[in-house]
């Protein structure tokens, strides 16, 4: 027996939970269908997101393609197809290339992360698109440059310093009129690996808290820059991430098992801990660095 799981119409880090709650009663080996015919939209976490879900599966899943010709031909310059068919079963008819002409908001096509050297071709490789828009459609300092680099590496190197198994980045820029009538970038990182609860369960000498979940390990990695290594430097790099974003104005949300924790900006209504969420291996990371709106960056 198949079950249906329906992707929501737009797709991103809010709405995926409504998949990942029809997903998470059925054990690993169940056969499903992901269906995603009418899927209009779907943000770089959306895409990175539905690539993690086929790799916590025991049994291959299917996945019904968007029907709407934009969606899909979005879908494959995003590289997402590729990937795709090494991890489901493609139902639908979908470009089997990705089309590389005119303009595109892709700024870093879905790609694997899975050791060191590859975060360093991630960052070589959005470097330069980068700073044109972060200077010319954001509207920052030239010193937001530079930060950006490092936050996309330091989020990228948690996939190769902790998860156990390679995991997918990709970065896009779009006007978000729904929520800010701004531009934006957004960088989504996502794995299915051990997840931080797990991972700072295996330091050397760790003792839980009275109060140790998903939740609390969000809080110790995020909040207070805690690392399994004994290296104090170490597992600074979402603290950084965290004050860089902070710093122009963004949003900085990390998922874990059953929990999701958020660096919510002035402009955005989420709130900064949601716990008892639908349990989902390994850690979804999004930032999202909008368009500045006159003045100077707090300091």
């Avoid at 080996?29 to 015919?37: G, M, N, P, Q, S």
Wanted: net charge neutral.
């Amino acid at each position: 027996m198949t079950t249906v799981i329906t992707v929501p119409p737009s797709l991103d880090d809010q709405s995926f939970e409504q998949v990942l709650d029809q997903v998470a009663p059925l054990p690993s080996e169940a056969k499903l269908l992901v269906d995603a015919r009418h899927v209009r939209w779907a943000s770089p976490y959306g895409l990175t997101a539905l690539l993690t879900l086929a790799q916590t599966r025991s049994e291959r899943p299917t996945l019904a393609v968007p029907e709407l010709d934009e969606t899909a031909s979005y879908w494959a310059r995003t590289a997402f197809f590729q990937h795709a068919e090494g991890l489901y079963d493609l139902r639908g008819s979908y470009p089997k290339r990705r089309d590389g002409g005119g303009e595109s908001n892709v700024l870093l096509e879905i790609t694997p992360i899975g050791k060191s050297d590859d975060v360093h071709t991630v960052v070589g490789r959005i470097e330069e698109r980068a700073q044109q828009i972060i200077k010319t459609e954001l509207n920052l300092e030239s010193k937001a440059i530079i930060g950006f680099s490092m936050t996309l590496s330091e989020i990228c190197q948690n996939i190769t310093e902790h998860a156990g198994q390679p995991g997918w980045v990709a970065v896009q820029s779009y006007r978000w009129t729904k929520r800010l009538g701004r531009r934006v970038v957004v960088i989504a990182v996502c794995d299915a690996g051990l997840g931080f609860r797990r991972s700072l369960e295996s330091a050397p000498g760790h003792v839980p808290s009275a109060r140790w979940d998903d939740a609390a390990a969000l809080e110790e990695a995020v909040i207070r820059g805690v690392s399994r290594f004994r290296d104090r430097s170490r597992g600074q790099g979402l603290a950084g991430a965290r004050n860089y974003v902070g710093r122009w104005k963004g949003k900085l949300s990390v998922r874990s098992g059953t929990a999701r924790i958020s660096i919510v900006p002035p402009w955005d209504d989420d709130v900064p801990l949601d716990e008892g969420l639908a349990p989902f291996p390994g850690a979804q990371v999004q930032v999202i660095l909008p368009e500045a709106q006159g003045g100077a960056p707090d300091r």
